[in-house]
């Protein structure tokens, strides 16, 4: 069964708009986990308009407690700065079962594009194997189609995590087929290559289906603005049923 992290920075958005400490983002994290959620992931950026440094660490212990996996992303090359001690230092504190590293910028409302990894592969290489050494699992967010997949091997990667946002959609406008063409190829080089398969981007209850039918062996993926989006309807352990439901082959 391909494992679902949450990723709760939506909670920390609107506890941020009004400030505070509600929404609790700890509180959301532990609904999810208690409701049968396999792990939690964060994308804390350096701006820090969302998951902030002690949210990490907040969540670093609970998912520690839960015997779950916690997933940090980020981009490896930002620079540390008041507030957010860089990524790599961040994964040295709390030690995350994965680290997921996006090529984002401060610019960018969401991570739309993956690495391209003639220009970011030996860049890559050492802090890769900085992390592994503090005992991350490393996956790098990669375009479905892309080229360069043996470089990811090559310098280092465990994983990739296929971005899902243009398969979302094309879905949505009801001619999905060559993006799930593009997503069902690179998978299959990254098996080939030896690397697993993550997913995640505008991944939701109406296309989760029809992704994981269609590519094969997706190991884990991260869900975060549809899920929480559909929890203000249905409610958050709810609609976390939902997606264990439709992981496990239940329609």
Known sequence: MTALSVNVNKIAVLRNSRGGGEPDVVRAARTCLYAGAHGITVHPRPDQ??????????????????????????????PARAGYPGFLALCRQVRPAQATLVP??????????????????????????????????????????????????????????????????????????????????????AHTLGLGVNAGHDLSQANLVDFLEAVPDVLEVSIGHALISEALYAGLERTIHRYLDLLSGQR
């Open 49 to 78: 308009r969302h998951i902030r440094h002690a949210d990490v660490l907040a969540l670093a212990g609970l998912t520690q407690e839960h015997g779950v996996e916690l997933n940090v992303e980020g981009n490896p090359f930002a």
């Open 104 to 189: 984002d910028n401060d610019g960018q409302l969401t991570s739309d594009h993956g690495f391209d990894f003639e220009q970011d592969a030996e860049r890559l290489r050492p802090l890769i194997a900085e992390l592994k050494a503090c005992g991350c699992r490393v996956s790098l967010f990669v375009d479905a189609g892309g080229a360069g997949l043996d470089r990811a091997r090559e310098v280092g990667a465990d994983r990739i995590e296929i971005y899902t946002g243009p398969y979302a959609e094309a879905q949505a406008s009801g001619d999905a087929r060559d993006a799930l063409d593009a997503c069902v190829a690179t998978a299959h080089q």
